[in-house]
């Protein structure tokens, strides 16, 4: 796998969601009033910004994530995670009186397809640290990710990031009312296929107004077809890799968090770094559970052809 930075390793700041998945491998999800077996059970640390923290670190990085998570055990459960897997985890909330947010997850085996239950970070408007604390824990590092929880904190980050030159990655996965305020200080936006602009009918025309709005780059998902960008007056295709998928939980967020990291090395292009991507996002997909793909990452090949 080629993972050198010249300079030293990528150092990214991650903002925002971190949970704790209880995920269960079933051959159907339950119906009304029914109980079923499991046939595999897996607890790791979740969330969007999390789960891409741990990716940018898995790939040879310095990842720290800003997020909420106070002193319940179940926010214990979540640090030691992240912390086993090389996350620096800074709590603006260390006080926080609720408990940690719980993902209930269903991955069906015959499809790889996960259902999620859980409490999302969307309305919580943690305060965060003053300007000052913001820019010395984002200045000099070379990219910022943010997910939209925690709104407030993800504008003050992102603000802070774009006054510092710093690159700003925002998770698109769905559309956030604080996404309108982190598109005037966004340099790469990556979008799902249901991530719509309100007014727009499909992601080609999210993607034309949020280049209008001056995101420099914006990056479409499609599952198993290609990623399509849109950068300036350019755009491009890059194939990903045609698997049989056993298990998609947080293949958007391994996507993003690899995007992150290969973005920012040396001779890194728009197409390169989605294109490698893609390819860690595909073998998330191809191992079953949250963790274990992690130990086949260094025998991956980024020079193979996709297609």
């Not at 003050?156 to 690159?167: D, F, N, S």
Request: charged share 20%; net charge negative; hydrophobic share 50%.
């Amino acid at each position: 796998m080629r993972a050198v930075f010249d300079g030293g390793r990528p150092d990214g700041v991650f903002v925002g969601l971190a949970t704790l998945d209880v995920v269960h491998r079933v051959a159907a999800n339950p119906g009304i009033n029914q109980k079923i077996t499991a046939t595999a059970q897996f607890v790791a640390a979740g969330g969007p910004a999390a789960n891409a923290a741990v990716v940018f670190a898995a790939l040879g990085g310095r990842a720290r994530l800003i997020t909420a998570l106070g002193g319940s055990p179940v926010a214990d459960l979540i640090r030691a995670d992240l912390a086993a897997h090389g996350v620096t985890v800074i709590d603006v909330d260390p006080e926080r009186p609720t408990e940690a947010p719980v993902s209930a997850v269903a991955v069906t085996e015959s499809t790889g397809d996960r259902s999620v239950v859980s409490i999302d970070a969307v309305g919580d408007e943690v305060v965060p640290p003053s300007p000052d604390e913001l820019a010395a824990l984002i200045d000099g590092v070379d990219v910022v990710l943010v997910d939209g929880h925690h709104p407030r904190l993800a504008v003050a980050a992102a603000e802070a990031a774009h006054a510092l030159g710093v690159t700003v990655v925002v998770d698109a996965g769905r559309w956030k009312p604080v996404m309108a305020e982190l598109v005037p200080f966004t340099s790469a936006m990556i979008c799902s296929n249901d991530f719509l602009v309100p007014g727009t009918p499909d992601s080609e025309a999210t993607a034309a107004a949020l280049v209008e709005r001056g995101v420099q780059t914006v990056a479409t998902t499609h599952g198993g077809g290609d990623v399509l960008w849109w950068s300036d007056s350019r755009l491009g295709a890059v194939p990903v890799p045609h698997i049989a998928p056993v298990d998609t939980l947080g293949a958007g967020d391994v996507f993003h968090g690899a995007y992150a990291y290969f973005q920012s090395l040396s001779g890194a292009t728009i197409a390169s770094s989605l294109g490698d991507a893609a390819r860690v996002a595909a073998l998330r997909c191809s191992i079953v559970g949250p963790r274990a793909w992690l130990r086949e990452l260094p025998t991956l090949d980024l020079t193979k052809d996709p297609r």
